[in-house]
Every structure is written in C-alpha cells, then in structure tokens.
C-alpha cells in the first residue's frame, strides 16, 4: 500500500514532443505530490508538486495532472527540449510524516 | 532560494576507514533532514530521517552502527560510513525540509558520490 508505480519505465520523443509519465499510488493519506527531475551525478531538484484538491497545477512548460478517484498522477512535458533528457521521479506523502515514497524513475530522451 | 550543499562531493576511501559525509541547508534552516542512497540507475533509497537534536529514525534494514548520522543544528546534518567496505560505494544524497511549510517539501543535495577501494 506504500508503493508509487511509475511508467514508463523510459521514453523516447522528439524535440517539441510531449512526453507524459504516469505515477498511481494506492495509500489514501497522500496529501503531496512532488516530481522531480535529476541528471546523472546530480541530486535530485523539484520541479513540481501538486496537492489533491487540485486537478491540474502548470509551472512554465511542466504540467501535473491529478486525478483522486483514480489515485493517479501524470506529468507532462510540453514543447519538451533535448535539455530536458533526465530521469524523472514521481513521489508521495502523507500527513503527518515528511517521508517519501518514490517511484521507479523515468528515464527521457528528447531527440534533437 | 532553498539551496542544499554537501560535502565532499566525492570521495574514495580504503576499506576499514571512515568517511563523514556533510549536508547544509543554506538559505534555510531544516528541523528535518533525510538521507538517500542510490544505486545506479535505480530510485532512491531513503536510509534515515535526521530531527534537529534527537536520534535519527532509521529505516528497516538499514544498519545504525555503521551509517551514523548527527543532526547537530538547524542547518546541518551529517553522515558517517563507519569501517566502510566497498559495498559501501554508493552515490548518497541528503535532502532537507524547510521548518514551517505547511507541506512536505524536501529539498535535495548534490549528491556525494563514495567509492570504497
């Protein structure tokens, strides 16, 4: 029940491309929603993050959706940029407790 | 804003040695801090939870004695590997949650990447 599926597990676009990471979590009491993109040998940096009494939240190119009833998330990319090849992390948390669960990791190439 | 440093950001060490591993929140002060492991190509696996002047919280598997971890004030945090061996090497990586926020934001370091010889 603490699980964060995330797929696809990688993903291949072309510039201008929209690539869409799908998370779905099973545990009720997650209350936050953070995405996070990381290259290789860096940390992690958060790019977004979404609360469930929205359903949408958009910052720059970078789009959450947020679906309750289906306790699923998606990100979205748009006008997506060979920088923006990296491996992305969905994540979840609940009250009370600062602990994440993440997912699996997405690894996107945006093609030139 | 929210800036997260540590240090070093490698490091190789022989096995038997210690390594201290350090993280600092820069720009604001962290009751809570966590600590990461990451193997390569895989998610991150949280090691422990760091609080501001009590003993760390760590997770199931994760052996105590040998990944010593002090949170000694607001804005720092640290990690020892006690006699590391080289299943140790690792790329660890620290984050911090603002005090505060209303919500579970974490803030992520750099990473310091530990090979053990």
């Known amino acids: 029940q603490q699980q964060v599926k995330q797929s696809p597990q990688s993903l291949i676009v072309q510039k201008g491309g929209i690539p869409i990471i799908n998370c779905a979590y099973e545990?009720?009491?997650?209350?936050?929603f953070p995405w996070y993109q990381q290259f290789p040998g860096k940390g992690p940096a958060l790019l977004i993050a979404?609360?469930?009494?929205?359903s949408e939240k958009k910052e720059g190119r970078f789009t959450i959706s947020f679906n309750k009833s289906a306790k699923q998330f998606s990100l979205h990319i748009m006008d997506s940029q060979p920088g923006d090849s990296a491996t992305y992390f969905c994540?979840?948390?609940?009250?009370?407790?600062?602990?994440?669960?993440f997912g699996t990791g997405t690894r996107l190439k945006v093609l030139a | 804003g929210a800036v997260v440093s540590q240090h070093p950001s490698w490091v190789i060490c022989k096995s038997g040695t210690s390594v201290k591993i350090e993280c600092r929140s820069l720009?604001?002060?962290?009751?809570?801090m966590f600590w990461y492991r990451q193997f390569p190509k895989q998610s991150l696996m949280l090691m422990a939870t760091?609080?501001?002047?009590?003993?760390?919280?760590?997770e199931q598997g994760v052996e105590k004695d040998k990944f010593l971890i002090n949170h000694a004030s607001l804005t720092l945090s640290t990690l020892t590997v006690t006699s590391a061996h080289p299943e140790d090497s690792s790329f660890y990586i620290c984050?911090?949650?603002?005090?505060?926020?209303?919500?579970?934001?974490?803030?992520f370091g750099p990473g310091t990447r530990l090979t053990v010889l």
């Open positions: 760091s609080n501001e002047g009590s003993k760390a919280t760590y």
């Open positions: 984050s911090a949650s603002p005090s505060g926020r209303h919500y579970n934001e974490q803030f």
């Open positions: 720009d604001f002060q962290a009751t809570t």
């Open positions: 979404i609360r469930p009494d929205v």
């Open positions: 545990n009720t009491a997650f209350d936050y």
């Open positions: 994540a979840a948390s609940g009250q009370g407790t600062y602990k994440y669960i």
